[in-house]
C-alpha cells in the first residue's frame, strides 16, 4: 500500500530541523527501499524549509501512522502538522526513475483536495515533467481524497494548472525539491 505523508513545519523550528538533519536521514534509510519520493517544501522564493514529503510503500496504515509519528522531527517538534494518505502510483516508479534527474530548483508538489465527484484519476497526456501522481484516498482505499502531483515546471502557475480546475476545494502548490542523500 502506497501512503503520502507532508509533514508541514511549526513556525520557528528551522534550527531545530537543521539539528535534526542526520537523525531524519537515519530513521528514512531505514525506508530507503520502501520509499517512492521524499523531499523538502519550502516557501516561495526561498530556501526556508516548510515541510517534508514522503511517499512510501508500506504494509498498512498503522505501519503508515508510525513511519509519520516516529520520525524524529515529528517527535522534537519540529513539525505542526501531518497529512498522511493513502496515494496510488499511476506512474508506477520512483524519484529515482525520473529521466529528468534529481537536479533543478524547478520542482513542486501540488496537492488537491478534493471536493464531490473524482477527478485527474488517469495520468494527463504530457506525463514528461511528472516525477509522481496520484490520487489521495481513505484508508481503505474507497474514497478519493484528493491528489498529490511531484513534477518539474517553469512556475508555480503551470505547475498548479496540472489539476482540473474548479473541481477542487482547494489547491496548494510548494516548491519542492528531491531529498535525501546524495
Not at 517553469?154 to 525539491?177: I, K
Amino acid at each position: 500500500m502506497e501512503f503520502f505523508c507532508h509533514h508541514r513545519d511549526r513556525p520557528g523550528s528551522e534550527a531545530l530541523r537543521a539539528a535534526l538533519t542526520e537523525a531524519h536521514w537515519a530513521y528514512m534509510d531505514q525506508y530507503e527501499k520502501e520509499l517512492i519520493a521524499r523531499g523538502p517544501t519550502f516557501a516561495a522564493g526561498s530556501d526556508a524549509p516548510t515541510g517534508s514529503v514522503h511517499i512510501v510503500d508500506l504494509p498498512d496504515p498503522a505501519a503508515a501512522r508510525a513511519f509519520a509519528f516516529d520520525e524524529p522531527n515529528h517527535q522534537a517538534g519540529v513539525y505542526r502538522d501531518v497529512l498522511l494518505r493513502r496515494w496510488r502510483n499511476l506512474l508506477g516508479r520512483t524519484m529515482w526513475e525520473f529521466p529528468g534527474g534529481r537536479e533543478g530548483s524547478d520542482r513542486y508538489l501540488v496537492l488537491g483536495f478534493g471536493a464531490g465527484e473524482p477527478v485527474d484519476l488517469d495520468l494527463p497526456a504530457d506525463r514528461d515533467d511528472l516525477i509522481a501522481y496520484g490520487p489521495l484516498l481513505s484508508d481503505d482505499g474507497a474514497a478519493w481524497l484528493g491528489t498529490a502531483v511531484l513534477l518539474r515546471a517553469p512556475d508555480a502557475e503551470t505547475a498548479r494548472s496540472v489539476l482540473t480546475v474548479g473541481r477542487y476545494a482547494d489547491v496548494e502548490v510548494h516548491e519542492w525539491e528531491c531529498g535525501g542523500r546524495r
